[in-house]
T-cell receptor, first 114, second 111 residues
Framework: DVKVTQSSRYLVKRTGEKVFLECVQDMDHENMFWYRQDPGLGLRLIYFSYDVKMKEKGDIPEGYSVSREKKERFSLILESASTNQTSMYLC?????????????FGPGTRLTVT | RKEVEQDPGPFNVPEGATVAFNCTYSNSASQSFFWYRQDCRKEPKLLMSVYSSGNEDGRFTAQLNRASQYISLLIRDSKLSDSATYLCVVFVTGGGNKLTFGTGTQLKVEL
């Protein structure tokens, strides 16, 4: 059974803190993605990665960075958390070809920045 | 204009009803189309792909109209378990395996 796990379900951080969100997939997928989901705005792509050490900006990369040192792990970093980064963060992975359009999502991390 | 637009709903329907959701997309270069389902406080999961010829999976039928840039999802004989948010999703090649998600249409099936 395919599995994408995220390090925390809920996280509360203070403004200005550095925040790490970890994502691990066990499906040997090449592609990994970080989204945030906000009411009325839907899922928005922050960053994605085709391969180890590769990264591409998504639609809203400002204020975020990513790291992919191993194929199975994709980390999202908030260098200096701000209140407007309070959101649900979803990680996803997919095979090298977008077969069937299926991205497999993790359960999400609900981040609150106070 | 949003790349993918959906009526947010909610659509409140009685059990056994037929309900249809629509979605429009703005990029005529869009190549592939999908419906995802997201249960409350859960992650999205692929429901079905949408083909030009239309496709059916049990009680679910998806259709694509490329000329009008319009996608639909029809659910027949609604069940309580169909209550969820349905996300319209579009894939454009050249952008590197990126999917663009609509904001979703919420369905509530009631007794």
């Amino acid at each position: 059974d395919v599995k994408v796990t995220q390090s925390s379900r809920y996280l509360v951080k203070r403004t200005g803190e550095k925040v790490f969100l970890e994502c691990v997939q066990d499906m040997d997928h090449e592609n990994m993605f970080w989204y945030r989901q906000d009411p009325g705005l839907g899922l928005r792509l922050i960053y994605f990665s085709y391969d180890v050490k590769m990264k591409e900006k998504g639609d809203i990369p400002e204020g975020y960075s990513v790291s992919r040192e191993k194929k199975e792990r994709f980390s999202l970093i908030l260098e200096s958390a701000s209140t407007n980064q309070t959101s649900m963060y979803l990680c996803a992975s997919s095979p090298s070809e977008l077969t069937g359009g299926e991205q497999y999502f993790g359960p999400g991390t609900r981040l609150t920045v106070t | 204009r949003k790349e993918v637009e959906q009526d947010p709903g909610p659509f409140n329907v009685p059990e056994g009803a037929t309900v249809a959701f629509n979605c429009t997309y703005s990029n005529s270069a869009s190549q592939s189309f999908f419906w995802y389902r997201q249960d409350c406080r859960k992650e999205p999961k692929l429901l079905m792909s949408v083909y030009s010829s239309g496709n059916e999976d049990g009680r679910f039928t998806a259709q694509l109209n490329r000329a009008s840039q319009y996608i639909s999802l029809l659910i027949r004989d609604s069940k309580l378990s169909d209550s969820a948010t349905y996300l319209c999703v579009v894939f454009v090649t050249g952008g590197g395996n990126k999917l663009t998600f609509g904001t979703g249409t919420q369905l509530k099936v009631e007794l």
